[in-house]
């Protein structure tokens, strides 16, 4: 059976000035979507008519049920007042509707970004591209900085973070990444191997596939791609765990309770990544290794125990060394680019997204200009 909304139960607005400057707008009977709603226009009549008004507030003592039809008028109410610069409060509102209120602003129009966006010149697209990245450079260093500030807290004994968590994170970041990064290293050494063999067997030195895949993997590629992985897959789910903290309000939570964000959040996250990033960097390049060991034998007809021979002169200490120091590093950005993302995230499931994906590309943008420094630089030392 459904409810007919009787005449007298309609909705209706009246209205007060309980102030000079503010208009209160009295909402009573049932605002219900199929009900026909007064039009706004009553109130820009009394807005029109009251130029000293400042403020809207509302008494919706007097309605009985209400559904998205009240939502409807509040919206355009809000619309009308924003463009005349008035106030509104809306604390005498159901608890509900403000909620649902929030909820509504809290995401931003797409729709209507999307046409200025295509409306827009080329120039004031470089404009907003570059005072967001001067925005961002700063937001990041500050952070960084942050970061160092609870590392040492963490060296004195004060810094608020559980070992559990730590423990648990470990887990996350190194045994649960094994199966990931046992595949592309394997495939990268394969592809390494056919690419190096394919050149070096025109001048009869295959042997050398063992040097190039050797050296290549254990100082370069076995901690690039580890990065790239950790990226796409810790990096993102840093920066989704905590966004979704910040869009439940925990981390407003924590500061409330004088707990530091950076401890208890940030900290045990770049500690796992930093103790296990070297260890699967070290993983990576024996299994790329492996893989140009088996093209060697099984293509080239290589004896297993020629091309470890060959593979045990051609690599020295210092590539190992690099190679760890690389993916430390390369951990290190990872952490913090998805702790950051995280920690600025909105307050909707559309800002979690993009955070995750802001996330993973920052991750990897800042991997690959890592890479580039560190290898000129240690080009200049001759290491």
């Not at 130029?51 to 355009?76: A, N, P």
Request: charge should be neutral; charged fraction near 15%.
């Amino acid at each position: 059976m459904t409810n007919q909304v009787r005449p007298e139960n309609s909705p209706a607005i009246g209205f007060a000035l309980p102030e000079l400057t503010t208009l209160c707008i009295v909402l009573s009977g049932q605002w219900l979507l199929r009900s026909q709603l007064p039009p706004v226009a009553l109130v820009a009549e009394q807005l029109d008519s009251h130029k000293e008004l400042q403020s809207v507030s509302f008494d919706s003592s007097g309605i009985t049920v209400w559904d998205t039809g009240l939502l409807v008028f509040l919206s355009r109410l809000q619309k009308l007042c924003t463009e005349r610069n008035l106030t509104v409060d809306r604390s005498n509102l159901p608890e509900g509707v403000r909620t649902l209120l929030n909820l509504a602003a809290a995401v931003p129009d797409a729709d209507r970004t999307s046409v200025d966006d295509r409306h827009a010149g080329i120039l004031k697209h470089i404009g907003n591209f570059t005072l967001q990245s001067g925005t961002g450079f700063v937001q990041g260093l500050k952070f960084t900085g942050d970061a160092v500030l609870s590392f040492i807290r963490l060296i004195r004994g004060k810094a608020q973070f559980r070992t559990v968590d730590l423990f648990l994170i470990i887990e996350q970041t190194g045994p649960n990444a094994l199966p990931v990064v046992s595949l592309v290293s394997f495939l990268v050494g394969l592809i390494l191997a056919y690419m190096g063999a394919a050149q070096l067997e025109r001048v009869g030195a295959e042997i050398y596939i063992a040097d190039l895949v050797a050296i290549g993997m254990v100082r370069e590629i076995a901690a690039l791609m580890t990065g790239i992985i950790m990226a796409g897959r810790t990096g993102a789910a840093f920066a989704a765990e905590i966004g979704t903290m910040n869009v439940n309000e925990e981390i407003d939570a924590f500061k409330i309770l004088g707990i530091s964000v950076i401890d208890f959040l940030v900290m045990p996250r770049i500690l796992a990544l930093v103790l296990m990033i070297p260890l699967l960097t070290l993983y990576s390049g024996l299994v790329g290794i492996l893989a140009g060991m088996t093209v060697a034998v099984l293509v080239f007809d290589f004896s297993m125990y020629e091309y470890y021979q060959q593979t045990i002169r051609a690599l020295e200490l210092k590539q190992f060394g690099v190679g760890l120091f690389k993916g430390t590093v390369y951990g290190i950005v990872v952490a913090l680019s998805g702790c950051l993302r995280g920690l600025q995230c909105g307050r909707s499931a559309l800002a979690v997204g993009q955070a995750t994906t802001s996330a993973v590309v920052t991750s990897i943008i800042y991997i690959v200009v890592t890479a580039s420094a560190l290898t000129i630089v240690f080009y200049k030392l001759d290491i």
